[in-house]
């Protein structure tokens, strides 16, 4: 089964280190989404990229945060430097969207512990 | 703006019990698709129904039903028979279509569902 793939599974960093998330998105699709998640906000969208291109990053924090796709296989999501409130479950999803919406397929998240 | 409300946060069954998990929405699109996942304990969100907004058959499969009633703005989830194995929390989802799609899932706050045995 085709599968997006997430690394780290679990990080346990302290304050000021970078951290650095990838993920690989299903071959074929053409949409990349990085999610966080945290008990107080839920599910936020952080950025997302239509064919490698940037094409939304206002949910994220732009002095500290940064998403890429250097290419169709990897997607990247940096923090640096890194704050305990960055503590959160972060998921990347991939999809292949064309005029109808479709299913996003979502990796087992990456956990971050910011001490 | 576009919104998903989903009211219950935590609810708690006795297994076979059947039980329905609420979501509302709002949207101004006239075309737009909601979804619905499931995060077990593993943590990862498996994807369960999506449905398009010309749809409003209710949908089978399953253990599991959904009832679609644009009017009320609501896509309601029944498990029937609930099992142990049904415990996870439950999302619902709004996406954007047709020529505004760019595929983004907007999110309600998840409802916590817990069978025990």
């Known amino acids: 089964d085709a599968r997006v793939t997430q690394t780290p599974r679990h990080k346990v960093t302290e304050m000021g280190q970078e951290v650095t998330m990838r993920c690989q998105p299903i071959?074929?699709?053409?949409?990349v989404f990085w999610y966080r998640q945290t008990m107080m906000q839920g599910l936020e969208l952080l950025a997302y990229?239509?064919?490698?291109?940037?094409?939304?990053d206002s949910g994220m924090p732009k002095d500290r945060f940064s998403a890429e796709m250097p290419d169709a296989t990897l997607a990247t999501l940096k923090i640096q430097p890194s704050e305990p409130r960055d503590s959160a479950v972060y998921f990347c999803a991939s999809a292949r969207v064309t005029g109808a919406a479709g299913e996003l397929f979502f990796g087992e998240g990456s956990r971050l512990t910011v001490l | 703006a576009q919104k998903v409300t989903q009211a219950q946060t935590e609810i708690s069954v006795v297994e076979k019990e059947d039980v329905t998990l609420d979501c509302v929405y709002e949207t101004r699109d006239t075309t737009y698709y909601l979804f619905w996942y499931k995060q077990p304990p593993s943590g990862e969100l498996v994807f369960l129904i999506r449905?398009?907004?010309?749809?409003?058959q209710n949908e089978i499969s399953g253990r599991y039903s959904w009832n679609f009633q644009k009017s009320t703005s609501s896509f309601n989830f029944t498990i029937t028979a609930s099992q142990v194995v049904d415990s996870a929390v439950y999302f619902c989802a709004l996406s954007e279509s047709g020529s505004s799609n760019t595929g983004k899932l907007i999110f309600g706050q998840g409802t916590t569902l817990q069978v025990k045995p």
């Open positions: 449905r398009n907004s010309f749809d409003e």
């Open positions: 990229f239509r064919n490698r291109a940037p094409l939304d």
């Open positions: 071959l074929g699709h053409n949409t």
